[in-house]
């Protein structure tokens, strides 16, 4: 009888029954609970739309023949009239009004790759009604050498040449990966280029999203002190919202939300545009599936709809990319986000 006694506190009292009970309980729970929880909010009437919103273009809009023709690139579908102005009708359709033509990365002495004076001022002609701000930069520590106080001269000299040579472009956006939160260097950076920035440019900084519990990997993340340095120097902050590595929908549109708040209260004198994602790559870090224009958009409305009125900070949303957008997701956007 003891010894029996003994078989049934083990399997009823000890572990494992003490936890797997919980356990069990607290999935039922959570399995209830999910389907119910709304972390996005659909919002149709285009009230976020102020009309202003961006996007990542790409390279060979600009590119110099030695470019197209290493990457194997048809010249035609970027040297065309014609080609220009269809890329100028989608985006004016879309309400875009920051575009970013992809001009990374710098030489490893900072100064920037060349592009076709030609073709960049039949660009910048068809696409005058828009505000065109070059994506310059690269990947730190291999052609961005930002602890060389020689790297920054040659990069900010050559960024003030660029827009001496080129008055249309309406300013820079630099875009350096990775950039952890608190690298000094950065700052300074942005602080000498600001000393020589032609005063009617806008100098726009693409940044990494706050901190969350969800994705632990500091270096792609900013601190609200940090996001408070870079507003002191920044006119535009574009936050890229995405490469979360989460693979929950509702987990994502919440975490969106939850970005869309902070950022626009740690920034409160830069432009903020807010970063969504039309790629398709499938990366450990990134699910197409999840992080993509409706769930982006989801979290965005429910962390704007928390303001009694929109923030004088936001500006609007940022795609990222032109080049992986199709029709199906331009009409999403469209459904989702644009003023009718």
């Not at 509702?250 to 432009?271: C, D, F, G, H, R």
């Amino acid at each position: 009888m003891k010894e029996t006694r003994n078989i049934f506190f083990r399997l009823f009292v000890k572990p494992p029954w003490r936890t797997i009970i919980p356990a069990s309980i607290l999935l039922f729970l959570f399995l209830i609970w999910y389907p119910l929880w709304s972390p996005g909010e659909k919002i149709i009437d285009g009230r976020h739309d102020l009309k202003q919103n961006a996007i990542w273009i790409q390279h060979g809009w600009l590119a110099d023949n030695n470019w197209l023709e290493r990457n194997n690139k048809n010249s035609s579908l970027f040297r065309s009239q014609d080609h220009i102005q269809k890329l100028a009708s989608l985006l004016k359709k879309n309400n875009i009004q920051y575009v970013f033509p992809h001009m990374c990365p710098c030489k490893r002495d900072g100064t920037l790759p060349p592009i076709d004076s030609e073709q960049t001022y039949l660009f910048l002609e068809e696409m005058s009604d828009f505000k065109i701000l070059p994506w310059v930069g690269g990947v730190l520590d291999e052609q961005v050498i930002l602890n060389s106080q020689e790297w920054r001269k040659n990069f900010i000299t050559s960024i003030v040449e660029l827009l001496n040579k080129h008055p249309q472009f309406d300013g820079i956006h630099i875009n350096i990966e990775p950039l952890p939160s608190g690298t000094e260097e950065f700052v300074a950076l942005i602080k000498e280029l600001r000393e020589q920035f032609p005063k009617e440019k806008i100098l726009s900084v693409a940044a990494y999203p706050p901190p969350t519990r969800f994705h632990s990997f500091p270096e792609v993340h900013w601190e609200k002190a940090y996001y408070q340095e870079i507003n002191q120097y920044a006119d535009q902050i574009v936050v890229m919202m995405y490469d979360t590595a989460i693979q929950w929908k509702k987990v994502y549109q919440y975490i969106m939300s939850i970005w869309t708040q902070e950022v626009l209260t740690w920034a409160p004198n830069s432009m903020i545009l807010l970063g969504v994602s039309g790629y398709e790559d499938d990366f450990d870090y990134h699910n197409p599936e999840v992080e993509n224009i409706e769930n982006g958009l989801l979290g965005i409305h429910a962390g704007l709809s928390r303001h009694r009125e929109l923030p004088n900070n936001y500006v609007g949303v940022a795609i990222y990319c032109e080049w992986e957008m199709t029709d199906e997701k331009w009409n999403v956007f469209e459904k989702m986000f644009l003023e009718k």
